[in-house]
């Protein structure tokens, strides 16, 4: 379990090294502007601001913020290591009020934009495709009402009961590994078989419920195996969603008791907070420091402005 009251948290000057040290693991800083390695120096004195180097090669000045989500921002480093931890660790999330408190922030637009820019590291840009021989896939959809639509009805947390106004995903789980959530603007054949054929290795075998636009796609792979959830069967020998289930029971917890309401805008990447904490979970051998540091690490070479 990680100690809050670690130096990483309470001290600037070692959340910075901290930061240095997961960035530059071997001690060497790579230069982000010319890319050359081991040829900094850092710059001491009261004249320059504390983690400073300079590249001896283009003759730049960075820091371990430069070229990560990090970058250009005002709040103290030892706060940044605090947020990607909670953020990292919280099985359902944390809100930016929250966050705002727990860290001592000024304002909650600095919350919010500092939970965005940790969204970003957990981004996997380029995932690797899910499942391949003798693995399995299980692949769910599930809808999510848009913020001006809940509470309308009395309905709750479901708003209208219709789908077609709804904010749509289609998640694929590879049983016993990672997750990957995709917003979606339809679940029509054609964009069904491009986010299979986009995310899952053809060898796997798909696991689906009875819907019709999944058993067209579902002849492109090793085998398409289905349950009948509209008569009552969730569970049929090695046949089953329940994994890709218990997913969506995670996430919409947190969308309902956490964060409440997502914009459209920014529902891909909520999904990418929770597809990162599934794919790197305590049941794949991940506790929560090596979370964080997965976290702080996807963070560089990405930017995200707040305009």
């Not at 796609?217 to 289905?226: I, Q, Y």
């Amino acid at each position: 379990m990680t100690n809050l009251t670690d130096p990483i948290f309470t001290d600037e000057a070692a959340a910075r090294a901290h930061f240095e040290r997961i960035r530059w693991p071997d001690g060497k800083p790579v230069c982000p502007h010319c890319g050359v390695v081991d040829q900094a120096t850092r710059l001491e004195g009261k004249s320059h601001r504390p983690g400073l180097f300079v590249c001896r090669s283009c003759r730049e000045h960075f820091t371990v913020t430069v070229g990560t989500v990090m970058e250009s921002s005002h709040v103290p480093l030892n706060k940044w290591a605090l947020g990607f931890h909670l953020m990292a660790s919280s099985k359902k999330g944390i809100s930016a009020h929250q966050l705002m408190r727990n860290l001592g922030l000024g304002s909650y637009r600095t919350a919010w934009f500092m939970a965005h820019r940790i969204r970003e590291a957990m981004a996997d840009r380029d995932p690797e495709p899910l499942g391949g021989e003798g693995k399995t896939v299980e692949v769910d959809e599930t809808f999510i009402s848009k913020p001006g639509q809940r509470f309308v009805t009395g309905k709750g947390w479901q708003g209208h009961r219709g789908a077609a106004t709804k904010q749509k995903v289609l998640t694929m789980v590879e049983r016993g590994g990672r997750s990957v959530s995709i917003k979606v603007d339809d679940l029509t054949i054609l964009t069904i078989k491009k986010v299979l054929g986009a995310h899952v290795v053809l060898d796997s075998t798909l696991n689906t419920d009875e819907a019709q636009h999944y058993k067209k796609p579902g002849k492109a792979f090793a085998a398409h195996e289905s349950v009948n959830h509209g008569s009552g069967e969730y569970v049929r020998g090695e046949t089953t969603t329940n994994t890709v289930e218990g997913y969506f029971g995670i996430f919409k917890r947190g969308m309902r008791g956490v964060y409440h309401h997502c914009g459209e805008q920014h529902l891909q990447a909520y999904l990418n907070e929770f597809d990162f904490r599934y794919s790197n979970r305590s049941g794949l051998g991940v506790d929560d420091t090596e979370r964080t540091h997965r976290a702080i690490r996807g963070g560089e070479g990405k930017r995200l402005k707040y305009r």
